[in-house]
């Protein structure tokens, strides 16, 4: 497998996590409180958001909901 068939890159992670972030702060939530509303764990959300996750379509789903957008709205550019 070639580098650039690899997917979700590093850069990839880190855009996803930055708009989860984004908008978990617009709407005044903890990462706490939205890991709960997500069924996540705190600590995996924290890394989600720092890109460390490669985050599964079941909690991404998961947080989309939490967050009351689609799904689609997480991978949306700003």
């Not at 908008?23 to 903890?30: N, V």
Request: avoid cysteine; charged fraction near 30%; hydrophobic fraction near 40%.
């Amino acid at each position: 497998m070639t580098d650039e068939r690899r997917q979700p890159t590093d850069a990839q992670r880190r855009v996803f996590g930055q708009r989860v972030r984004a908008m978990r702060e617009a709407r005044g939530l903890s990462q706490e409180k939205l890991a709960e509303l997500a069924g996540v764990h705190r600590t995996y959300l924290s890394s989600l958001e720092r890109g460390g996750r490669n985050v599964g379509l079941d909690n991404i789903n998961a947080i989309a909901a939490a967050l009351g957008v689609p799904t689609a709205a997480l991978f949306e550019e700003v």
